[in-house]
């Protein structure tokens, strides 16, 4: 899968709910990954107890079954390490299911960039030169050195599944929401290759 697929009602409202309660009343942890640490982590471990990813096995084209899931709480004031990223360290593909509170405190979602510089949409296949690599770090926090090629808005039920190459950035950058019953949360999974 080359491109971003959104599929709304993913999850029925009540899912949601419980989903989004399941989520504030979660351990949150700071988790280390590629030497990134990322704050606001809170594995889960019986992702597929919650939610069904068979749902969107024919679009893919793949059965998605999860390598790494959690849930992913950003507060007014969180900030993270990699802004503007890509995730093919983890796996092929990444999806994130938002959980709005119930009364949202600003508009959020996700966005898909790429780098004005390099034309890079996404990390290639092959590794990019050591010019190349710099660049892309050192640009990781001005979106002025990035063109917006989708803007994917937050919504109760909605599901978004892109490539874990793909250049992506949350939005409110800094979060929202002062406790967890206020705050930007999302779940994140990771999928890999498996058969239909």
């Not at 939610?51 to 950003?74: C, E, K, Q, R, T």
């Not at 990390?123 to 990019?128: F, G, R």
């Not at 994917?152 to 599944?161: F, P």
């Not at 793909?166 to 994140?188: D, E, K, M």
Request: net charge negative.
């Amino acid at each position: 899968m080359d491109t971003t697929l959104i599929v709304d009602n993913f999850i029925t409202p009540e899912t949601s709910f419980i989903l989004r309660n399941v989520a504030e009343h979660a351990e949150y942890k700071t988790e280390h990954h590629d030497g990134f640490a990322y704050d606001g982590i809170s594995v889960i471990d019986n992702i597929e107890a919650m939610v069904d990813y068979s749902l969107i096995v024919a679009p893919l084209g793949m059965n998605p079954i999860p390598s790494l899931s959690y849930f992913y709480m950003a507060q007014l004031g969180h900030t993270t390490q990699s802004w503007i990223h890509s995730d093919n360290t983890v796996d092929q593909l990444a999806s994130v299911l938002y959980l709005p509170p119930v009364s949202p405190c600003s508009p959020s979602g996700t966005m898909m960039l790429r780098h004005r510089a390099t034309g890079l949409s996404g990390l290639p296949d092959v590794p990019v030169s050591e010019d190349v690599a710099q660049r892309l770090l050192a640009d990781h926090e001005n979106l002025d050195e990035w063109i917006v090629e989708d803007t994917i808005s937050e919504k109760t039920g909605r599901l978004l599944v892109y490539p874990t190459s793909r250049f992506h950035a949350r939005y409110p950058r800094f979060g929202f929401g002062s406790s967890p019953q206020t705050a930007r949360i999302v779940l994140v999974s990771f999928f890999g290759e498996a058969g239909v």
